[in-house]
């Protein structure tokens, strides 16, 4: 391997425009999320296929000749299961990047599944095995072991191979436009800042609380959420997800009573146990009107019968176009679509993978199904307006 250290702002800006007329950049990242809200970022592994850049954020100060390159479409980014590397470079860049190429998803749509490690995908399509034993370890040390720098290195040796492979069997067969297609929709749907006041939609079993307790979880999740990313801490760490429902139903007002909480640790009980109460007795303070409305009830099991439909209508599209089914149709595009329906009848939007390719293929053979049951979709819907009205 050519590898080379980049650790200071001179360096970075001669290598970022050495880099600049590359038509394609393998690039990973290494960081460490432990005790924090945010990830630190550790490292930065860029290659060209000639040579391989490590470059130390812990060093540079100044990223400014870097951030060109990653957020413009022009070099192409080769990043393998990338969702985490693209949270951390869209803070050091202030926006996300662009020009992303997953090969996790090209790796996908030839059939060899959802989420195969890099490491796995090397030895499938080119017969390589690289070391996985420093994957968790500390990459904030310094200075990094020959492990650390063997290993980081290797994470980008093999991308431009890799692409290349992926890229000939998937032009193949013909599914290169919708590869690149669904890798911009993986960039589309990423989202790294939700909404503080709207997270009480997605806690686990939240359509069981009545109003005035939802008005009690929203406060809290308000209150972790603002702390977390204000003290740069874990959200488990001032209240884990397991206590969640608990709190809501039960609205403990002294320690002894919140210390029964599920998950309530000794130190989580120590350290915030107060502030969690006050933010409790605050929420029951609350008006009705500015508790949030009840949350619909799930779909019911009878649903399924109606996702099988679907996905069995999908099929024979998979085994036409060469697309895995579980690719071209994935478990939350059925959610969605059906969801829609439910709540909104004829008038529901299409999800956003719907958008392009895969709505040309699949809304022809989707909206017959979901027309033939039309009457369960309007059942299903009555029953969780009901909810919502009568607020339980």
């Not at 290993?151 to 193949?172: C, G, I, Q, S, T």
């Amino acid at each position: 391997m050519n590898i080379v250290h980049i650790t200071d702002n001179a360096a970075l800006a001669d290598m970022a425009r050495a880099l600049a007329g590359r038509e394609h950049l393998a690039l990973d990242t290494e960081f460490m999320r432990v005790d924090t809200f945010h990830p630190r970022l550790a490292l930065i592994q860029l290659g060209d296929g000639d040579t391989e850049y490590l470059v130390d954020p812990l060093t540079i100060t100044d990223f400014s000749p870097l951030v060109p390159l990653l957020v413009a479409e022009r070099p192409r980014k080769l990043l393998h299961a990338c969702s985490e590397d693209i949270e951390v470079l869209a803070r050091l860049c202030g926006q996300l990047p662009a020009g992303i190429i997953d090969t996790q998803i090209a790796t996908a749509f030839l059939g060899q599944g959802l989420q195969v490690g890099y490491q796995k995908a090397l030895q499938e399509n080119l017969g390589v095995d690289i070391p996985k034993d420093e994957s968790r370890s500390d990459w904030l040390q310094r200075p990094l072991s020959a492990g650390q720098i063997s290993y980081a290195a290797l994470d980008v040796k093999y991308l431009p191979p890799l692409h290349d492979y992926l890229r000939r069997a998937l032009a193949e067969r013909r599914l290169t436009d919708w590869f690149e297609a669904d890798c911009r929709l993986m960039l589309d749907e990423l989202d790294f800042a939700p909404d503080p006041a709207l997270m009480y939609r997605d806690v686990s079993n939240g359509w069981r609380l009545r109003r005035q307790e939802l008005a009690v979880l929203r406060e809290l999740l308000v209150w972790r959420e603002a702390e977390a990313r204000r003290r740069d801490t874990p959200r488990g760490f001032l209240v884990k997800n397991g206590s969640l429902f608990s709190l809501a139903r039960r609205q403990p007002s002294t320690l002894q009573a919140l210390a029964d909480i599920e998950d309530m640790t000794p130190r989580i009980l120590r350290k915030e146990g107060e502030a969690i109460l006050a933010v409790i007795a605050a929420a029951r303070q609350l008006p009705e009107e500015r508790w949030p409305a009840a949350l619909p009830t799930p779909l019911p099991r009878e649903s399924r019968e109606l996702f099988d439909a679907l996905r069995a209508a999908a099929a024979g599209v998979a085994e036409k176009t060469g697309v895995p089914a579980e690719v071209l149709l994935r478990k939350r595009h059925i959610e969605a679509l059906v969801l829609g329906r439910v709540d909104q009848g004829d008038n529901a939007p299409l999800p956003r993978a719907f958008a392009g390719w895969r709505g040309e293929l699949l809304l022809p053979v989707l909206l017959p199904v979901l027309a033939a049951a039309d009457d369960e979709l309007q059942a299903w819907g009555r029953e969780r307006r009901r909810a919502v009205e009568t607020g339980k």
